[in-house]
């Protein structure tokens, strides 16, 4: 993240929303003794998405049973994950 001062943000700010947007920057903008952070509002709401699944018991409980469940090579294939015993969804998709 990059630190600017209150006064270059002021006298760029066209720019640095430009770039905040566009590029996925952040931006720590200081003022004497108190800072703010500029960032868009796609990466806001990731952020705040990601805080409020991180807060979710049964996620983290599920995220936890993948991410170990990965270690021990329990993994499947994309054509394993999209095939049912019925039908395949991967077939289907890759016809279309």
Known sequence: MKTITAANAISDLFNIVKRVVKGHVQYRISCKEEEAVLLSSEDFESLIETLELLS???FLKRHRKARKEIAEGKTYTLREAF?????????????L
Not at 83 to 95: E, I, K, P, V
């Open 83 to 95: 095939t049912t015993s019925r039908l395949n969804f991967f077939t289907d998709c890759m016809s």
């Open 56 to 58: 979710s018991p049964e």
